[in-house]
């Protein structure tokens, strides 16, 4: 593993909570409903205490700039995507940040994320991601740097526009095992629509550390009840965003992530730990 992982995961679970704010980067007003002031944002959750942030290149200094040795750790995101607009643009693309390894670098980063899209009748969209990661872990493996990779498997989204998120196991899988093959260090996979599959993902990662997305805003009791079956089905943690930073209580759920994915809490105890932290 390499040396910045230490700084994202755990020393006591082993596991990790990555708090993703980097949706302003793919261009749809919905998503940055919540995070209109990042300042407040990164502030908020720098005092929650996650185990890393997840941003742009252009939001980063707002959490390097804090000083102590405490703060979460940073994952920048790397890449740019215009495939959630309604209506859709054309063409779609997906592109990475030409120096972003050595951005990251700069900004002490622990890790970096780039997607691996795999969108219906665009097999171009997953070339382009393809490229991108084999660029990126080009100068990633020169300064180690881990590289998370996103697969994401998308449908159409007829009702709301853009494509959306499908849970189809066998396609999570699919394309989580390619992930594995284009070397990632870390996969940040989506849950499956039959969450008791989800081992299926993390034995496509083989050893690679499985961390779950989020996805849409879901009840507090189902996303923790998730939480816990995905981490006991061996991942190795969550990267949650709009379930965080669009709650009621962002500092009060990222307490009760912390409690379920660190201390092996129940949903119980950590669903009492919401209403307590404001």
């Known amino acids: 593993m390499k040396p910045r992982l230490n700084r994202l995961f755990n020393p006591h679970s082993g596991r990790a909570l990555d708090v993703a704010v980097d949706h302003g980067a793919f261009h749809e007003h919905a998503f940055i409903a919540g995070i209109e002031d990042m300042a407040a944002t990164v502030a908020t959750l720098v005092a929650a205490g996650p185990d890393a942030i997840q941003l742009t290149l252009g939001q980063a200094p707002l959490l390097q700039s804090i000083a102590g040795k405490q703060k979460p750790g940073l994952v920048l995101r790397t890449d740019i995507a215009n495939v959630y607009g309604n209506p859709l643009e054309s063409p779609l693309h997906s592109v990475h940040v030409p120096d972003a390894i050595e951005v990251a670098v700069r900004l002490d980063a622990v890790a970096v994320c780039v997607n691996l899209l795999d969108l219906p009748g665009h097999p171009d969209v997953r070339e382009q991601c393809i490229r991108s990661i084999l660029a990126l872990r080009s100068d990633a493996e020169r300064w180690g740097m881990p590289l998370m990779i996103e697969p994401l498997v998308m449908q159409t989204n007829s009702a709301a526009g853009g494509y959306a998120v499908d849970g189809d196991t066998k396609k999570i899988v699919t394309l989580v095992r390619q992930a594995r093959e284009l070397g990632a260090d870390l996969i940040k996979a989506d849950p499956t629509d039959d969450i008791?599959?989800?081992?299926?993902?993390?034995?496509?990662?083989?050893?690679?550390?499985?961390?779950?997305?989020?996805?849409?805003?879901?009840?507090?009791?189902?996303?923790?009840?998730?939480?816990?079956?995905?981490?006991?089905?061996g991942a190795r943690g969550i990267v949650y965003g709009r379930n965080v930073i669009q709650h009621d209580h962002p500092a009060g759920i990222t307490a009760a992530l912390m409690a379920v994915v660190h201390e092996n809490a129940s949903v119980d105890d950590a669903l009492a730990l919401i209403g307590g932290t404001r």
């Open 196 to 233: 008791a599959d989800y081992h299926l993902v993390v034995q496509a990662a083989a050893d690679t550390p499985v961390l779950v997305r989020g996805g849409g805003r879901v009840d507090d009791r189902v996303l923790l009840e998730r939480t816990q079956a995905v981490l006991d089905q």
